[in-house]
Nanobody
Framework: QVQLVESGGGLVQAGGSLRLSCAAS????????MAWFRQAPGEEREFVAAVTWSSEFIYYADSVTGRFTISRDNAKNTVYLQMNSLKPEDTAVYYC?????????????????WGQGTEVTVSS
């Protein structure tokens, strides 16, 4: 079992940066694909970025490509999301998620473990 705790959210002006962290418990962290999702008020939860267990494959939603960077440190059981050039439309609760599967998966149902979320607000 994996437990996930996000941190690093907050209020930032448009054009600014934030770095989210997700600390995982459990000895099997390094075997999971880790991802970030986000959910804006009144919207469905959507995929943001994912990194496979070895960091061999990394993929992003089109809306964040070139602005966000996902990374992981298996020695620290932590995954990060560096968010640059933030826009008001990035405002959402950001969730860390873990899943174990082959290939590229971007669906909410593909990930079995979830954190409680951290709120990001980008002001214009």
């Amino acid at each position: 079992q994996v437990q996930l705790v996000e941190s690093g959210g907050g209020l930032v002006q448009a054009g600014g940066s934030l770095r989210l962290s997700c600390a995982a418990s459990g000895r099997t962290f390094s075997t999971y694909t880790m991802a970030w999702f986000r959910q804006a008020p009144g919207e469905e939860r959507e995929f943001v970025a994912a990194v496979t267990w070895s960091s061999e494959f990394i993929y992003y939603a089109d809306s964040v490509t070139g602005r966000f960077t996902i990374s992981r440190d298996n020695a620290k059981n932590t995954v990060y999301l560096q968010m640059n050039s933030l826009k008001p439309e990035d405002t959402a609760v950001y969730y860390c998620a873990a899943g174990r599967f082959m290939g590229k998966r971007v669906g909410v149902k593909d990930y079995v473990y979830w954190g409680q979320g951290t709120e990001v607000t980008v002001s214009s």
